[in-house]
């Protein structure tokens, strides 16, 4: 099973970045399909992000479609987030997680191994 440790958060002003890594344990980490989601107060979690295994294919939600960037390494086991023109709607709890179907999916309760997450603060 994977184990995965968020990490990279923090506060920072409207229009700025952030890179967010997610650290795996496991030896079949480069087999699995990753993804990023975040819940903000209040509300459910959402997806964000995903990239397959040999990182092929990466997905996006339209909400960070050009501003966000997922890649990984498979050789140091991590996934990142890269985060550019950050907007305090971007605020809000980051979490990764591995995919469990063989197919693509946005669907929270279709990942699991879910980090503790990393804050993430935009201030306007």
């Known amino acids: 099973q994977v184990q995965l440790v968020e990490s990279g958060g923090g506060l920072v002003q409207a229009g700025g970045s952030l890179r967010l890594s997610c650290a795996a344990s496991?030896?079949?980490?480069?087999?699995?399909?990753m993804g990023w989601f975040r819940q903000a107060p209040g509300k459910e979690r959402e997806f964000v992000a995903s990239?397959?295994?040999?990182?092929?294919?990466?997905y996006y939600a339209d909400s960070v479609k050009g501003r966000f960037t997922i890649s990984r390494d498979n050789a140091k086991n991590t996934v990142y987030l890269q985060m550019n023109s950050l907007k305090p709607e971007d605020t809000a709890v980051y979490y990764c997680?591995?995919?469990?179907?063989?197919?693509?999916?946005?669907?929270?309760?279709?990942?699991?191994?879910w980090g503790q997450g990393t804050q993430v603060t935009v201030s306007s």
């Open positions: 990239i397959t295994w040999s990182a092929g294919r990466t």
């Open positions: 997680a591995v995919r469990k179907t063989d197919y693509y999916t946005t669907v929270v309760d279709d990942f699991g191994s």
């Open positions: 496991g030896r079949t980490f480069s087999r699995h399909t």
